[in-house]
């Protein structure tokens, strides 16, 4: 089934300069860019896309790296992508491997970008997990005239 997912470049995939090679591994997967922005990780936007992890410990800390602050990443940007095509969520999904990095197949984008650097994971990319979180992620990243 056609459909589209959100796909996040943080902080750690950007100061590596690995975007270009992220991007070329999902369109291998046949999937289409309908969207892309450079967008600022205000701690509002960070808090409202992490609301799912509203009131755990952790949240901070996640805010922190999602605004670059682990990684130098000073004027806090993210690139942002919508891509689309058939079982898209799944995947891009797959193709990044396991959230943990240390977990994640070796050919996978998290198991051959990611890492633990400081005691912070680093894992390159955030894609959404299902329909419903694509939906939400893609509307609060995106306005509608922004994708085609």
């Known amino acids: ?25 999902l369109e291998h997967l046949g999937l289409d860019i309908k969207g892309a922005k450079v ?3 205000t701690e509002e936007l960070a808090r409202e896309h992490y609301s799912n992890l509203a009131g755990q410990p952790f949240l901070p800390g996640v805010i922190s790296f999602m605004r670059g602050d682990f990684n130098g990443i000073s ?5 942002a992508f919508v891509f689309e095509g058939e079982d898209a969520i799944a995947k891009v999904r797959g193709a990044l491997g396991a959230t943990d990095p240390a ?24 894609a959404s ?13 995106f306005k509608p005239e922004e994708i085609v």
């Open 1 to 25: 089934m056609k459909e589209r997912t959100l796909v996040l470049m943080k902080p750690d995939a950007i100061s590596k300069k690995l975007t270009g090679i992220i991007i070329d591994r």
């Open 39 to 41: 967008r600022v990780m």
């Open 75 to 79: 004027d806090h940007r993210i690139y």
């Open 103 to 126: 977990k994640a197949e070796p050919w996978s984008i998290r198991g051959a970008f990611g890492c633990f650097k400081d005691g912070v994971m680093q894992n390159c990319v955030h």
């Open 129 to 141: 997990g299902s329909k419903e979180d694509a939906q939400r992620e893609i509307n609060l990243w």
